[in-house]
C-alpha cells in the first residue's frame, strides 16, 4: 500500500523526542538533514559515536566513565565468552539509573487486578521500598551474581524485587505464575537460585488460582532455594510452611538511604528464556549497560515516551516486554501495571483502562486485538480514548485488516508494529513518531541497528523476502547464555547460518521506503516446489474471514516435496463443510496466489501457543510426523496437541 494510513502533523514533528535529537545530531555532526533515514544510516556507520550520544542525552549515571566505548569492529569470534567490548571500564548500576529520572512526588508505578484492587507508589515511595528490600536481601546473605528469583504477576512486588536485587549486582529471573510446574522448573532450575519471591495466589478469568502448591514443589526440587517470600496477592488466607516467609519479612523497615553497587557496563542483570519448544529453554543472559542502553533509545526516539507519559503494555513476568515496559521508569514515566484477563468482564476491559489511568502508549498483541476485531467491538464509539498517543503491539505480525481496524475502529494516533524478542530483550525494527504508517509494515529499522535481509547466498537484498540479519554489533546482545562456557550453543543459535552476522530467525522484506514486512518465523517457512512461503501470507487473508477466529499451517511432507496443511478454529456454530473450504481456498488465492493455497483444511478446537502467545507450528509438525515433542511445558494449552495426534491418520491421505 503506498498511501500511509496515519502520519504525524509538522508541529507534532516538531515536539517528538527524535526531533532533539536528530537536530543535536546534525549539528555536532555536521548531517545534512534531521530526516530519519540520514540519523539511522549515521548511527549503524558510526556506532561508537551513535552510542555515546545515546549515553549523554538520555544522562545515564555512571561513577566510573569508560576508557572505550566500542573496542571491537566486529562480532567477536569469542562472543558469549568475554566482554562485549561495550563501555569498557565505566562502573555504573541499572537499579539507579531507573530511579535517577522521576521527580520524588511524581507516581511511578499504578497497579489494577482483575478484581479491581488498586494501589499506586510515587518515585520516593518506590525508592524506599526498594531501599527496604535491598536491606533484606543484603540480610540474607545476596551479593553480586547469586539469582534471586521470582513467579509472581505483573504487580509492584515483582519491579521492588528486581530493583532491589539490581542494586545489590544480583542477578533477577521471572515467571509468570500460570507456568506449569515443569514450566517453571525447565526454567529455574538451571540457574539455582538462592531467594523465590512469589504470590498465594493470583485471579484469572474471575477464577482464584493457588500458586502455592507448585511453589512448593519446585522448592522441593531445587534445593538451592533457601527462602521463599509470599506476597498476599488475593484475600485468602495462607498458612505457610517450612522455608517460606510473609513478602513483609523481607522488607527492612529501618534500612537507610539506597546504595547502588558500582558495577561494570556488562554486569548480568536479567536471564531471560527462549520459548522451549523444541527442548530446554535456553537460558539467555543480559547484561545491565546493554538492556538500558537499548530500552532508553527505544522509549525515548522510537516511542516518544517523555516523564508525563503514562505506560502500559499488557504482559506478564515471564514475557520480555515485562523487562522493556519497566525500564519506562529510567524515562520518568508512570507505569500501568495490570494482571488477570485482558477481556474479564467483557472485551471492554482494556479500553475503560485506557480511559481510567489516561494512558498515553498502550501496548497489546495482534492477538488481542484481532479478538476485539471478531466480537464486533468498537472501542472508538464506546470510550474517549483521547489520551492516546501511540498503540503498541507485538508478539507476531500485524495483519492489514487489524492496521485498517484500528484506524477505523480504535483512534488515529502512530500504530508501532515492533519485533525483536527475548534473545536481544528489545526490538530489531519498530514504532517511530516521526514516519507515515503503512498498512503490514514496521515503520523502520530500529536505531543502531544494521538490520539487512539476505538471500540464501547470503546477499542483502531489498524488495525481496530474506533471513533477518544484523551486519554490525550492538550493545544489548546476549553476554552469554548460562552453563555455556564454550559459547557452543551461543554460536548455534545466532552464527551458524552466516558467519560473523547475528541471524534471528524471521523471514522478511525490506520495503523501498525502508519499512519491514515480516512473514513469519524463517524455521516455520513453507516451501512447496520449492518457492518460499510465509506462514503470516497465508494467516493473513484467512483470520481476515468472519468464520474464521484463528488458524495454524504447516508444511507436511508429500511425495518428495511438501503441501500445505491448514488448521482452523471456527466461530461456534459453524460446520467446515465443502462451501466453506472452497471459500478459504479462494479467499487465499485471491490474496496470495495458487501456490499459497492449502492441499487440506482441517477444523481443530484451538491453536497451539506459547505461554508467550505464539503459534508453535513445528511443535504440530512433530506430532503430525510422529516425532517425540520434548517440552510440552513451554506451552500454554498443552492440551491442543492432543487433537492433532488424532488427526495423523488422516493426514496419510
Given amino acids: 500500500m503506498s498511501t500511509p494510513l496515519w502520519q504525524p502533523s509538522p508541529e507534532e514533528k516538531e515536539k517528538t523526542l527524535l526531533t532533539r535529537f536528530s537536530h543535536k545530531i546534525q549539528e555536532k555532526y555536521d548531517l545534512p538533514n534531521i530526516e530519519y533515514s540520514t540519523l539511522h544510516q549515521w548511527s549503524i556507520e558510526f556506532p561508537e559515536l551513535f552510542w555515546e550520544e545515546v549515553w549523554r542525552d538520555c544522562d545515564v549515571r555512571s561513577s566510573v566513565t569508560w576508557s572505550k566505548v566500542m573496542s571491537k569492529s566486529g562480532f567477536s569470534a569469542k562472543i558469549g565468552t568475554e566482554s562485549s567490548g561495550w563501555f569498557e571500564g565505566a562502573r555504573m548500576n541499572f537499579a539507579e539509573n531507573l530511579l535517577a529520572q522521576g521527580e520524588a512526588e511524581n507516581e511511578a508505578l499504578c497497579f489494577i487486578g482483575e478484581d479491581g484492587t488498586t494501589s499506586s507508589l510515587s518515585y520516593a515511595g518506590l525508592r524506599k521500598a526498594v531501599a527496604q528490600c535491598a536491606s533484606g536481601l543484603k540480610a540474607l546473605g545476596i551479593t553480586e551474581n547469586d539469582r534471586v528469583a521470582a513467579v509472581i504477576p505483573n504487580c509492584p512486588e515483582a519491579i521492588i524485587g528486581m530493583l532491589a536485587t539490581a542494586s545489590l549486582g544480583a542477578i533477577w529471573s521471572s515467571c509468570s505464575p500460570d507456568f506449569g510446574i515443569n514450566g517453571i522448573y525447565d526454567r529455574l532450575g538451571q540457574i539455582s537460585p538462592k531467594i523465590l519471591i512469589t504470590v498465594n495466589a493470583y485471579n484469572y478469568n474471575g477464577k482464584e488460582h493457588d500458586c502455592l502448591i507448585k511453589i512448593r514443589e519446585i522448592t522441593q526440587r531445587i534445593p538451592s532455594i533457601e527462602s521463599v517470600f509470599v506476597v498476599a496477592f488475593t484475600g485468602t488466607p495462607t498458612v505457610l510452611q517450612d522455608k517460606e516467609q510473609a513478602w513483609p519479612e523481607l522488607l527492612d523497615p529501618s534500612a537507610g538511604k539506597l546504595k547502588f553497587a558500582q558495577l561494570p557496563f556488562d554486569h548480568p542483570l536479567y536471564i531471560l528464556y527462549s520459548s522451549g519448544t523444541t527442548g530446554l529453554p535456553k537460558s539467555i543472559v543480559h547484561g545491565a549497560g546493554g538492556t538500558l542502553l537499548k530500552h532508553l533509545t527505544e522509549h525515548r526516539y522510537h516511542a516518544d515516551v517523555q516523564p508525563s507519559d503514562r505506560m502500559f503494555f499488557f504482559t506478564t513476568c515471564g514475557w520480555m516486554m515485562w523487562n522493556w515496559l519497566v525500564s519506562g521508569l529510567a524515562s520518568g514515566a508512570t507505569l500501568i501495571l495490570y494482571d488477570g484477563a485482558p477481556g474479564f468482564p467483557d472485551i471492554g476491559r482494556m479500553w475503560r483502562l485506557i480511559d481510567d489511568q489516561r494512558i498515553t502508549h498502550f501496548g497489546t498483541s495482534p492477538k488481542f486485538l484481532g479478538a476485539v476485531n471478531k466480537a464486533g467491538y468498537s472501542p472508538k464509539a464506546n470510550h474517549r480514548l483521547d489520551s492516546l498517543r501511540a498503540i503498541l503491539s507485538t508478539g507476531s505480525p500485524l ?19 515492533v519485533a525483536g524478542g527475548t534473545d536481544i530483550v528489545g526490538c530489531f525494527m519498530g514504532g517511530n513518531p516521526n514516519l507515515p504508517v503503512y498498512s503490514e509494515e514496521l515503520q523502520c529499522k530500529s536505531l543502531g541497528m544494521n538490520i539487512l535481509a539476505y538471500n540464501t547466498e547470503g546477499k542483502s537484498v531489498v524488495c525481496e523476502k530474506g533471513e533477518l540479519v544484523c551486519a554490525t554489533p550492538f550493545p544489548s546482545t546476549p553476554i552469554y547464555f548460562w552453563n555455556d562456557k564454550e559459547a557452543k550453543k551461543y554460536h548455534q543459535a545466532y552464527f551458524e547460518q552466516f558467519p560473523g552476522v ?3 530467525g524471521d523471514f522478511i522484506e525490506i520495503t523501498e521506503r525502508g519499512g519491514v514486512v515480516i512473514f513469519g518465523r524463517s524455521d516455520t517457512v513453507l516451501n512447496p516446489g520449492g518457492v518460499r512461503i510465509g506462514t503470516s501470507e497465508i494467516y493473513r487473508p484467512v483470520e481476515e474471514m468472519p468464520e474464521i477466529l484463528d488458524s495454524l499451517v504447516v508444511a507436511q511432507p508429500w511425495e518428495s516435496d511438501v503441501r500445505i496443511v491448514l488448521f482452523v478454529v471456527l466461530r461456534d456454530g459453524l460446520q467446515l463443510d465443502a462451501e466453506l473450504v472452497a471459500k ?20 481443530i478446537p484451538d491453536v497451539p501457543r506459547t505461554i508467550s502467545g505464539k503459534k508453535v507450528e513445528k511443535v504440530v509438525l512433530k506430532i503430525i510426523k510422529n516425532e517425540n515433542v520434548e517440552n510440552i511445558a513451554a506451552l500454554a494449552n498443552p492440551e491442543s496437541l492432543e487433537y492433532f495426534s488424532n488427526l495423523r491418520e488422516e493426514l496419510k491421505q
Avoid at 485488516?401 to 494516533?413: I, M, N, P, R
Wanted: zero cysteines; glycine letters at 0%.
Fill in 584 to 603: 478459504i481456498k479462494n479467499t487465499i488465492r485471491k490474496d496470495t496466489t495458487p501456490r499459497h493455497v492449502p492441499a487440506r483444511i482441517l477444523e
Fill in 502 to 504: 547475528w541471524t534471528h
Fill in 399 to 417: 495483519p492489514a485488516d487489524l492496521f485498517s481496524w484500528v484506524y477505523k475502529e480504535v483512534a488515529s494516533v502512530v500504530l508501532m508494529s
